[in-house]
C-alpha cells in the first residue's frame, strides 16, 4: 500500500499557529476538518442523541464505536451478518473504533495477562473471552470502522517507571503484531464487511490503522513510545493513558512534552480527553483529534458546558429562568428552550431532559473546536484560548 492511490487517509494541514494546527483528514466516508471533537458511540449509538440531528444540525463528521463492548454484544457474528457498524446503526459518515484494550483494563476484575493477549471475563455475564492484537484488528474489520487503534496496553496513571517501561516494551510487540495482522486483512480483503467508494480517487476504500503513545507521565519513556510506534508506521498517531487519574499538571505536561514532537505530517489525536478546558490545552499543544464521554454522560445528570463555565440545572437558580443553557450557543437547544423548562423536565424525570442537555453539550464542544480551527487560520489562537478560558471561569449565569 505505498503507491499514492492506494492510501486509506488522507492529511493536510491548513494552517499552523504556535503549536496549534488547522488540518484536513480525507477518509474514504467523510473529509474531517480539524481540530475535531469525535462523540462517543459506545454502543453504536451516542447516548440520547438521534443521527439525525448529529448530521444535520451539529455536523458530526466521525463518532466512535467502543470494540469491547460490541465484541461482547451483538458480537462480531451479528456485525459481519449486517456487514459492519455503518449498516447495522444507518450512521453513513466516519467511525473510530477502540482496541478494546483500555476496556479490558479497566472494566474487568478477572483477567490474566500473558504475551499472547489478554482473557477476560465479561462485566455482563461473566463469560470467558479472549483478546489479543490479532484478536482486536479482525474485530475491528469486521466493524468496518474508518480508523482502526494497534492493541495496547494501559498501565494505571501513576504506575513507576519500571512497570510503565515493561508495559510499553509489550505494548510495541503489540502494535507490531496488530500492524501485521491488520495490513493481512486489508490485502485480503477479507472481513472488512461492505467497502464503500471513497470519496476521493486517491483513496483506497480501506481502513486506516493509528498508533498509540504510551509511557504514564514518565517524559522520557513518552519519548522512547513515539519513537518506537513511529519505527512501525502509521497513518495517524495517538497519545493514550491520559486523563486517567492523574493530576492535571501531569497531563498538561505531557502533552506539552509529547505533541509536537509526533510527526507532522498525520493526524495526532489525544484519547478519552477531556473538558473544554482540556481540549483547548491540546489545541495548544499541537493535538488535532479528542474524544470523551463527558458531554453525553454529564448531560444525563443536568450537567451543561457552557461558554460560560459549566452548570447544574438542578440548580433551584434555575426555577424561573427563561434564558437559554448558554447565551453564546446556537444549537437548536439554546435557540428554542429555556433553563427553567429544561430543568422541570430534569425535576419530572423525562428523559427528554437527558437528551436536550447532552444535545447541547455535543454541539458545544464540537463547535468550540470549530471556532478554535478558524482562530488558528487567524492566526489568533493563543488570544482565543485565552478568552475562552476566562469566560468558562466567569459563570456568567
Ligand atoms: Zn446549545
Known amino acids: 500500500m505505498s503507491n499514492s492511490n492506494s492510501k486509506s487517509l488522507i492529511w493536510e494541514l491548513d494552517a499552523q499557529d504556535g503549536k496549534a494546527r488547522a488540518g484536513t483528514i480525507r477518509t474514504r466516508r467523510s473529509v474531517i476538518e480539524t481540530p475535531i471533537f469525535m462523540p462517543v458511540g459506545t454502543q453504536g449509538a451516542v447516548k440520547g442523541i438521534r443521527f439525525e440531528w448529529l448530521e444535520n444540525e451539529i455536523d458530526a463528521r466521525i463518532i466512535l464505536g467502543n470494540t469491547y463492548h460490541l465484541f461482547l454484544r451483538p458480537g462480531l457474528e451479528a456485525m459481519r451478518r449486517f456487514g459492519g457498524l455503518h449498516r447495522f446503526t444507518t450512521w453513513e459518515r466516519a467511525f473510530l473504533t477502540d482496541s478494546g484494550g483500555f476496556q479490558v483494563f479497566s472494566l474487568t476484575d478477572l483477567r490474566k495477562l500473558t504475551e499472547d493477549g489478554v482473557e477476560f471475563r465479561s462485566h455482563l455475564d461473566g463469560s470467558k473471552h479472549f483478546i489479543s ?87 522520557d519513556l513518552r519519548s522512547e513510545s513515539l519513537y518506537r510506534t513511529v519505527e512501525i508506521g502509521f497513518d495517524g498517531y495517538a497519545i493514550g493513558g491520559l486523563s486517567v487519574g492523574e493530576e492535571k499538571s501531569v497531563m498538561y505536561g505531557v502533552l506539552d512534552h509529547i505533541a509536537h514532537r509526533m510527526p507532522a505530517d498525520a493526524p495526532r489525536y489525544l484519547m478519552g480527553v477531556g473538558t473544554p478546558e482540556d481540549l483547548l490545552e491540546g489545541v495548544a499543544a499541537g493535538v488535532d483529534m479528542f474524544d470523551c464521554v463527558i458531554p453525553t454522560r454529564n448531560g444525563r445528570t443536568g450537567s451543561a458546558f457552557t461558554s460560560l463555565g459549566k452548570i447544574n440545572i438542578r440548580n433551584a437558580k434555575f426555577t424561573l429562568s427563561d434564558e437559554p443553557l448558554d447565551p453564546n450557543c446556537e444549537c437548536s437547544v439554546c435557540k428554542r428552550y429555556s433553563v427553567g423548562y429544561l430543568r422541570h423536565l430534569y425535576q419530572a424525570g423525562e428523559m427528554t431532559s437527558a437528551t436536550l442537555v447532552s444535545h447541547h453539550n455535543v454541539a458545544y464542544f464540537i463547535t468550540l473546536m470549530r471556532r478554535a480551527r478558524q482562530a488558528i487560520i487567524d492566526e489568533r489562537f493563543d488570544g482565543f484560548k485565552k478568552q475562552e478560558l476566562e469566560l468558562m471561569k466567569s459563570n456568567g449565569l
Request: with cysteine.
Open 133 to 219: 492484537p490479532e484478536v482486536s484488528m479482525e474485530a475491528q474489520a469486521a466493524l468496518g470502522s474508518e480508523i482502526v487503534m494497534v492493541f495496547d496496553e494501559c498501565p494505571p496513571g501513576d504506575a513507576s517507571h519500571e512497570t510503565t517501561k515493561k508495559s510499553l516494551e509489550l505494548t510495541a510487540r503489540w502494535a507490531l503484531r496488530s500492524r501485521e495482522r491488520f495490513d493481512a486483512l486489508q490485502a485480503d480483503d477479507m472481513d472488512t464487511g461492505f467497502t464503500p467508494v471513497p470519496l476521493e480517487p486517491q483513496l483506497s476504500g480501506r481502513q486506516a490503522l493509528f498508533g498509540i503513545i504510551q509511557g504514564a507521565g514518565h517524559y
